[in-house]
């Protein structure tokens, strides 16, 4: 068996015994495929992860960048609690309306907020609002503008705070320092941030699985 083959049938094992899907997960998943979305979605047992880290933290008030059909934002908010809120953006509005479908189905409507556009201006917009901070920060957007992302999450956030980086490896391209690739270049920057800021202390950890080989880094918010 080839190591890719492997790596598929270990998440599927890990997934049906540990995050079984239920109606509004595989729903969200269905009509996001219907609807054209490229399946870039976490795989379920990230996305269960995602929902542990929300839950062990507390997190009362979550953020996330980057909502495409809305499958992490179902995850992170059924870990809020009856008055939580999360808010999350998305640059398309079509995705944005798949999103908004698949939450309210999920009965997740009500504490979730879905807002369309750039999301570098909505994060300016939001932070003019001066809302309470966020406990999560959840960042799976353009790669290219990682670390402005990095910076708006730590004006929004609190000590204590956890912010979650995804799609760090980049097939392994994260570790070349000449690197051409926008994609690449901009997560190297955040993870510099990460290490250097004075506010954060993180890792980051390779993954392989069905989204093949990838990884995410985790960063918590100090005094």
Not at 88 to 104: D, G, I, K, M, P
Not at 159 to 180: E, M, W, Y
């Amino acid at each position: 068996m080839n190591e890719p083959q492997l790596w598929h049938d270990v998440d599927d094992y890990f997934t049906e015994l540990l995050a079984p899907p239920d109606a509004a997960l595989s729903d969200a998943l269905r009509d996001s495929d219907a609807a054209g979305l490229p399946a870039i979605n976490v795989a379920p047992n990230q996305g269960k992860l995602l929902h542990l880290l929300a839950a062990v933290q507390g997190a009362g008030r979550i953020l996330e960048i980057g909502t495409l059909g809305g499958y992490s934002t179902i995850w992170l908010a059924r870990a809020l609690p009856e008055d939580g809120r999360l808010i999350t953006f998305e640059y398309s509005e079509q995705h944005a309306e798949v999103a908004r479908r698949n939450l309210a189905r999920a009965g997740l409507d009500k504490i979730t907020e879905v807002r369309v556009g750039p999301a570098l201006e909505g994060l300016r917009e939001l932070a003019a609002e001066r809302p309470a901070p966020f406990d999560l920060v959840f960042i799976d957007a353009d790669k290219v503008n990682n670390p402005r992302y990095v910076e708006w999450a730590l004006e929004l956030t609190r000590p204590g705070s956890l912010i979650i980086l995804d799609n760090v490896v980049r097939g392994g391209a994260v570790t070349d320092a000449t690197s051409q690739d926008p994609s690449v270049r901009g997560t190297r920057e955040a993870l510099d941030l990460f290490a250097s800021h004075p506010r954060l202390t993180a890792t980051a950890i390779q993954t392989v699985g069905v989204k093949g080989y990838d990884g995410f880094a985790l960063a918590r918010v100090l005094p």
